[in-house]
T-cell receptor
Framework: DAMVIQNPRYQVTQFGKPVTLSCSQT?????MYWYQQKSSQAPKLLFH???????NEADTPDNFQSRRPNTSFCFLDIRSPGLGDAAMYLC??????FGQGYEQYFGPGTRLTVT | KNEVEQSPQNLTAQEGEFITINCSYS?????LHWLQQHPGGGIVSLFM???GKKKHGRLIATINIQEKHSSLHITASHPRDSAVYIC???????????????FGKGTKLTVNP
């Protein structure tokens, strides 16, 4: 089935040790999003790619970077994780058409623990 | 005031009860989503609405664009419906033409057997 896949589902990293989370999609959607969700809070958009165009949210820390080498894959890099970066990281995709409300399809998320 | 408000914040029901979760929003939207998130899990999209009403199994979603209000109904609720239900509206982003979701804080539903 077409879907949004995130690996790994659970990731443990050490304070300050760079970590990369991955997302892949078989939907051929042109937009890919990364959200951060902390416990009992709504997801917070970090950034998104519209095709190859990177769109960063104004309040996303510089510690968070992203790469999209092709349509199918998108990576979230945390350069120096702090304890406050422990969260669920959600990847989502959506199709192209403006104003026609294409659904966002969410991956299962990667739960990041920082020790 | 949040752009998307949900009520109630927490809801406990007995199996079989009819459940309603409400969502009000204050921004212009192109669509509204109802999402489901089980504890520790990812998000599943239940509905996307821009007008009227949609039904999928025991779930019904309605939207009134003029009143900027949507409701999610669950008929014959079951313990497996226990989850957080999130209302999110699609507003147009400033860059690239991509539309961003603005999320409500969610409604935690617990259905007891």
């Amino acid at each position: 089935d077409a879907m949004v896949i995130q690996n790994p589902r659970y990731q443990v990293t050490q304070f300050g040790k760079p970590v990369t989370l991955s997302c892949s999609q078989t939907l051929n959607h042109n937009v890919m999003y990364w959200y951060q969700q902390k416990s009992s809070q709504a997801p917070k958009l970090l950034f998104h790619y519209y095709d190859k165009d990177f769109n960063n949210e104004a309040d996303t820390p510089d510690n968070f970077q992203s790469r999209r080498p092709n349509t199918s894959f998108c990576f979230l890099d945390i350069r120096s994780p702090g304890l406050g970066d422990a969260a669920m990281y959600l990847c989502a995709t959506s199709g192209r058409v403006f104003g026609q409300g294409y659904e966002q399809y969410f991956g299962p998320g990667t739960r990041l623990t920082v020790t | 005031k949040n752009e998307v408000e949900q009520s109630p914040q927490n809801l406990t029901a007995q199996e079989g009860e009819f459940i309603t979760i409400n969502c009000s929003y204050s921004v212009g939207i192109s669509a509204l989503h109802w999402l489901q998130q089980h504890p520790g899990g990812g998000i599943v999209s239940l509905f996307m609405l821009s007008s009227g009403k949609k039904k999928h199994g025991r779930l019904i979603a309605t939207i009134n664009i003029q009143e900027k209000h949507s409701s999610l109904h669950i008929t014959a609720s079951h313990p497996r419906d226990s989850a957080v239900y999130i209302c999110a509206v699609r507003s147009r982003g400033a860059q690239g033409g991509s539309e961003k979701l603005v999320f409500g804080k969610g409604t935690k539903l617990t259905v007891n057997p």
